[in-house]
């Protein structure tokens, strides 16, 4: 039987609103959670944006460029 090598990869959440990749184990900005999901931040400010206006950045309406 077979080990996939990388299956601790999967291991990974994105942000919403910069779409950056983060560690949902430790997230530099934490996490929040909106209408049953939660969502993980590199940064508060990303946080902090998300907050404000959820929706807009969960349509794609809504980026930040890091
Ligand atoms: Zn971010």
């Not at 039987?1 to 983060?22: G, Q, Y």
């Not at 184990?25 to 969502?39: A, R, T």
Request: glycine share 10%.
């Amino acid at each position: 039987m077979k080990i996939p090598l990388f299956s601790r990869a999967n291991k990974e959440a994105t942000d919403p609103v910069c779409h950056m990749t983060v560690n949902p184990d430790k997230p530099n900005g934490g996490s929040w959670g909106y209408e049953g999901n939660l969502y993980y931040f590199c940064a508060p400010g990303c946080k902090i944006a998300f907050q404000k206006d959820p929706e807009s950045y969960l349509s794609g309406e809504k980026k930040i460029e890091m």
